[in-house]
């Protein structure tokens, strides 16, 4: 009998707040800047320069304490985390241990059924950035830019409730939202400003122990987050029905080859020799500080969701991908003031981000704001123009050529809704086809629908489009009965 195994993984996520200065420093946070240009001498540790604590990251990390339900540590202390790495020139890294400053919390997220799974967040910890070591164009040699040193990130620890790639991507995906809502992190994963560390292990099936885990450290996108867990538990179920033991290692993952391979064995907290900066005091919230860091929470995803299903009738999918960012959420519910929410709804979800995807644009880029997109959909919404002429009108305000209204008068797109034009119209039509009239009549009523369409589309063509589609059907249906 073949042996069932159950995964078991823990995500570490490491994301890059979005202060203007580093954590200990006034150094710039600036992403893209020249190597070691932003190094200052704090990072470095040089003697004689002291760390002092930016306070807006304790800010964020209250809101991230908050919009999980978390317990907040309103007294944290900062540790020295010992080890050497050619990246980090202080040999210790300013992190937070046995007191961080949030605690206990849950995030939800949804399974491929359908199902809500609750994940627990053990702690989320403030702590400063390493260096880079660079590789590529060094030619046997490795370049060390500082300009990293520094960076404040938090780091958010998962319990091991994880129990599928797919599952540690929703939660990934989750806590990528999160932050992205709250403004704490841009999430742009290219930069390097939202990193996943994955701990998976195997175990029997039923067991309750938990197998020894591999570390894969510094995933940089979803999709190499979810093949380099499922290669990881292919090795290890290989390993341990082929007579070989696992061992707890820190893995990495090559996405050229497609592998994990093992980069150094993997330290336990003891080994790093915490203790307590002796530069820093520890972190105390106040009742103030709280409130008004809680007072900056914007409405949050799942709330956001639920109003689009509950006040706007939207179906519960599509609330779910119009609330996926705050952008597109933001961009949705401005342009359907005062329009039908389902319309614009199709309209953002369908015409808008399959240009902005094809043109490799975010919807904050989007040349047609919200606005505009707004007062086109109201000109579908009083009949000035059919949805086949809004995506003329659409694609000429996407490139520039002003409003909607503008647009719709220089071209003449204005709907003919005038009964009487409409019903010469579809005289003409019924008249130049005449034996398809016959073969209509003479058809089984379940057919007639179909070849409806053929009418239909000659009127629409005779009128350049412009005619009512509805009074189109209508008429025809009236003639042709």
């Known amino acids: 009998m073949t042996m069932q195994w159950e995964t078991v993984i823990g995500l570490e996520i490491h994301a890059q707040l979005a202060t203007k200065t580093k954590i200990f420093s006034g150094a710039s946070t600036a992403f893209g800047s020249e190597p070691n240009t932003q190094a200052c001498l704090v990072s470095l540790g040089m003697p004689g320069v002291l760390p002092v604590f930016n306070r807006e990251a304790a800010k964020m990390a209250v809101k991230f304490s908050s919009a999980i339900g978390a317990e907040l540590g309103r007294r944290s202390v900062f540790a020295r985390k010992n080890y050497f790495y ?74 091991p409730d994880i129990r599928s790639a797919k599952e ?98 993997k330290e336990e907290a003891n080994d790093y020799r915490y203790f307590p900066d002796p530069d820093l005091l520890p972190v105390e919230l106040d009742d103030d500080f709280i409130a008004d860091a809680v007072a900056e929470i914007p409405e949050l995803p799942d709330a956001r969701c639920k109003r689009f299903v509950d006040e706007l009738g939207l179906s519960l ?31 953002v979800m369908g015409e808008v981000s399959a240009v902005l995807n094809k043109q490799g644009l975010d919807i904050a880029d989007c040349p047609v704001s919200a606005e505009m997109l707004g ?82 589309g000659q009127v629409m063509k005779a009128s350049q489009g412009k005619a009512n589609p509805q009074q189109v059907n209508a008429l025809l249906k009236e003639r042709l009965g």
């Open 168 to 265: 540690a991507v929703a939660y990934a995906r989750k806590i990528h939202q999160i932050v992205r809502y709250l403004g704490i992190c841009d999430g742009n994963m290219q930069e390097g400003s939202f990193r996943c560390d994955a701990n998976v292990s195997v175990r029997p099936m039923g067991q309750e122990k938990l197998g020894t885990r591999a570390e894969l450290k510094n995933i940089n996108s979803f999709r190499f987050l979810e093949r380099a867990i499922n290669i990881e538990v292919d090795r290890q179920i290989d390993l341990i029905e082929s007579g070989g033991e696992v061992v707890q290692e820190t893995r990495l993952y090559d996405s050229v080859k497609d592998e994990t391979r093992s980069m150094r064995s």
């Open 375 to 456: 007062g086109m959909l109201k000109r579908i919404g009083d009949n000035t123009i059919s949805g086949k002429i809004a995506k003329d009108v659409f694609e000429a305000m996407w490139n520039g050529e002003g409003s909607a209204d503008e647009i719709i008068e220089a071209r003449g797109l204005k709907q003919i809704t005038d009964s009487g034009a409409i019903e010469a119209i579809v005289d003409e039509v019924l008249a130049a086809n005449g034996k398809q009239v016959e073969n209509y009549r003479n058809a089984d009523p379940d057919k007639q629908p179909k070849m409806l369409g053929f009418f239909v």
């Open 317 to 347: 999918q599509d609330a779910g991908v119009l609330t996926s960012s705050r952008e597109m959420a933001d961009y949705f519910e401005t342009a359907s003031v005062g329009n039908d929410a389902k319309i614009a709804a199709n309209w």
């Open 86 to 159: 050619p990246d980090l020139p202080k040999g210790y890294q300013i992190s937070q241990f046995e007191l961080p400053i949030v605690g206990m919390g849950k995030v939800e997220i949804v399974q491929e059924n359908g199902d809500v799974k609750v994940v627990g967040v053990t702690r989320a910890h403030l702590e400063e950035d390493a260096g880079k070591s660079l590789h590529e164009n060094f030619h046997g040699m490795t370049g060390i830019d500082l300009n990293r040193a520094g960076i404040p990130l938090l780091e958010i620890v998962s319990e």
